[in-house]
């Protein structure tokens, strides 16, 4: 029975891990979740590769706005700060 006990741990934390991860749980269930990571290689080794999984999409996933597109929102930014300085509308 111990065994099923230990597996349900398991069951709960890998259900719960993108939660974890996210800072969506309470602190009682994050430390009870990092408790059972610190203990358990598997759930351990599970979060590892999520985590490094988020980083690499992080870092490879970024939109790179173009130049032309940075300098006509710059550029409107600062027409509409000029009217509403000088108390124009449109």
Do not use: W
Not at 39 to 59: H, Q, Y
Not at 69 to 84: F, G, K
Request: hydrophobic share 25%; proline share 2%.
């Amino acid at each position: 029975m111990g065994s099923e006990e230990s597996e349900l741990d398991c069951n709960d934390t890998i259900e719960r891990l993108y939660h974890y991860l996210d800072g969506e749980l309470t602190d009682e269930r994050r430390s009870e979740i990092r408790e059972h990571l610190d203990e358990c290689s598997p759930c351990l080794g599970a979060f590892d590769f999520e985590s490094d999984l988020r980083k690499v999409i992080s870092n490879r996933c970024k939109d790179h706005v173009p130049e032309s597109l940075r300098q006509r929102v710059h550029d409107a930014i600062s027409e509409e700060e000029r009217r509403q300085a000088s108390g124009q509308s449109n």
